[in-house]
C-alpha cells in the first residue's frame, strides 16, 4: 500500500474519478469526507474513473472529525497554497495519510492553523493563478513521495 489519499469535501466528480484511477494505479487508497458536491455513483465520477472504481478501496466519512476520530493515530501531510514548506520536504513514508481541500476554497481554516507543522505547498511560478487542479496536485504529491521511497 502506497498512500492514503484524503479528499475533504470533493466537488468535482471528475476530479475525484481521476484521483480514484491514480489511487488505483499507486497501490493507494482514497478517503472522501462528505459533504461531497456530487453522487458517488456519478456518471462523470465514473466515466473519469473508467471501469477501474469497482476495484478502488475507497472509504466515505460523514465529516472532518469523523475522519479525523477515526485516524488519530496515524501519519499525516496537508496540501494548501498557504502551506512554508515544500511538498518535496515532505517526510514521506508508507501508508501515510496525503490530506486535500475542496476544489473551490482548500483545506478549512481551522485544519490549516491545527496542522500548520505538516502544511505543505506545491509551488506556482505564475500570479495569475490562484492554485493548480486538484487532480494534478494530488498526482504531483503521490509520485514525489514513491519517488523518494523507492
Not at 508508507?94 to 475542496?102: E, P, R, T
Amino acid at each position: 500500500m502506497a498512500f492514503n489519499i484524503v479528499l475533504v469535501e470533493p466537488e468535482i466528480p471528475n476530479n475525484t474519478g481521476n484521483i480514484g484511477r491514480l489511487t488505483l494505479g499507486t497501490d493507494s487508497k482514497l478517503h472522501l469526507i462528505k459533504p461531497l458536491g456530487f453522487e458517488v455513483d456519478d456518471k462523470r465520477l465514473k466515466r473519469a474513473g473508467l471501469d477501474y472504481w469497482q476495484h478502488l478501496k475507497v472509504f466515505t466519512y460523514e465529516n472532518t472529525d469523523d475522519f479525523f476520530f477515526t485516524h488519530s493515530d496515524k501519519k499525516f501531510a496537508f496540501f494548501s497554497s498557504h502551506g512554508t514548506k515544500h511538498y518535496w520536504e515532505i517526510p514521506f513514508e508508507k501508508d501515510m495519510f496525503l490530506v486535500f481541500g475542496k476544489e473551490s476554497v482548500g483545506l478549512s481554516k481551522k485544519i490549516i492553523e491545527e496542522n500548520q507543522n505538516r502544511l505543505y505547498k506545491i509551488p506556482l511560478y505564475s500570479k495569475h493563478i490562484r492554485s493548480l487542479n486538484l487532480a494534478n496536485s494530488v498526482g504531483i504529491v503521490v509520485y514525489e513521495g514513491l519517488r523518494q521511497m523507492r
